[in-house]
């Protein structure tokens, strides 16, 4: 990413600080969310590694960042930083309260450690209100998500070459990660975010168990496919694209379904306006949705995105009650599944705006016939 996208999320930050009176906030576990990436403006994911959850960042108010470890650090963390206890945090504690986020993560022997060298140090929890600028994107990262989504509706154009008779679901699954490294895409790296979801089954038949006994079934003439992927292109951002597709004629009933699923998405798009939250918007689809004698999953099916693949606000915890704010990113795909089928595949990355969401993608909102 560039410059410009630093410095805008930087006095995001200061004027953060400056609303709460304060100078510095402690970010803990900033691998959670990918706060790390987002706070250096980073295009590259980190080498591949569990979450570093003894890490800290520390941002001040000049923008300065400073890098800390709580503990020892494991063989696979990104990166070796200072301790705590090995390094001068006068500048920070210095008698005036800290903001923090993610207060869950600060380990007992740190906040002993704190408590004796720093006796004036206090935390006021700026988490909830961290997040939430953290949501709204500005125009070059709205432009930076519309180009990841663009990456992701070259490779749905492949997907008739990839979605064929006779092929296991692994294969069909391996082939779609293969391409998305094709395309540089950073989430399919073995152990790390591989977030394609396939599913199958005969068209109007049940849905098959889940977990799927690896590799998977055989996919047949006449099979509905559902694809979805929300992962990592390589401009640092993640995006997300779903759809169903039917090998042969897709029956009218399934035309109907996928009719309502749509409907459904767009509704939620009309909805998601400065102001409205989550929570609303998830009543009212449901509610149409209740109308047409279906029914939500009740899965995350509309959550925020950006430098991290799933983030807030979400519809299903404290944050489904936040007011949306133009600028926000939101991956909205609700999940009907009639019958105890498959879930259909509806999903799009939308950005919110004064008058509605808009869509960043441009493949067709239509049920393939392969």
């Not at 597709?245 to 035309?255: D, N, R, Y």
Request: some cysteine; aromatic content about 8%.
């Amino acid at each position: 990413m560039n410059e410009q996208i630093k410095n805008h999320r930087h006095d995001r930050l200061k004027n953060l600080l400056k609303d709460n009176k304060l100078k510095n906030i402690l970010f803990l576990n900033p691998g959670l969310g990918n706060i790390d990436i987002w706070l250096q403006a980073e295009e590259k994911l980190p080498t591949p590694a569990p979450f570093n959850r003894n890490s800290a960042y520390i941002f001040s108010c000049d923008g300065m960042i400073t890098r800390l470890c709580q503990t020892t650090t494991h063989p696979t963390d990104r990166d070796q930083f200072p301790h705590f206890e090995d390094t001068d945090l006068s500048f920070v504690f210095d008698g005036s309260p800290v903001g923090i986020v993610n207060p869950a993560f600060l380990k007992k022997n740190v906040r002993d450690h704190l408590a004796n060298a720093y006796p004036q140090f206090d935390f006021i929890d700026l988490t909830d209100a961290f997040y939430q600028i953290k949501a709204v994107r500005s125009a070059e990262e709205i432009e930076a998500l519309r180009k990841a989504a663009y990456e992701y509706d070259l490779l749905f154009t492949s997907m008739p070459l990839v979605i064929r008779p006779e092929r296991l679901e692994k294969e069909v699954v391996n082939e779609i990660r293969q391409r998305m490294m094709w395309q540089g895409s950073e989430s399919e790296t073995p152990g790390f975010h591989t977030m394609v979801r396939l599913t199958s089954s005969n068209d109007g038949c049940a849905s098959a168990a889940e977990p799927l006994p690896w590799p998977g079934r055989r996919i047949m003439d006449k099979d509905r496919i559902n694809v979805s992927i929300n992962g990592y292109i390589n401009n640092g951002c993640a995006a997300a694209l779903g759809r169903s597709f039917v090998i042969g004629e897709a029956s009218p009933l399934t035309k109907e379904y996928w009719t309502i699923a749509s409907e459904a998405q767009s509704k939620a798009a009309q909805l998601a306006r400065p102001g409205a939250t989550l929570r609303e918007i998830d009543k009212a689809v449901n509610d149409f949705l209740k109308r047409k004698g279906l029914g939500s999953t009740g899965t995350a099916w509309i959550h925020g995105i950006g430098t991290s693949a799933y983030e807030a606000p979400r519809n299903v915890d404290s944050s489904a009650d936040w007011p949306l704010c133009e600028g926000m990113v939101l991956v909205i795909a609700p999940e009907i599944k009639p019958d105890g089928q498959d879930a259909f595949s509806c999903m799009d990355t939308f950005v919110v705006t004064k008058d509605g969401a808009v869509r960043l993608g441009h493949t067709p909102i239509e049920l393939r016939e392969l």
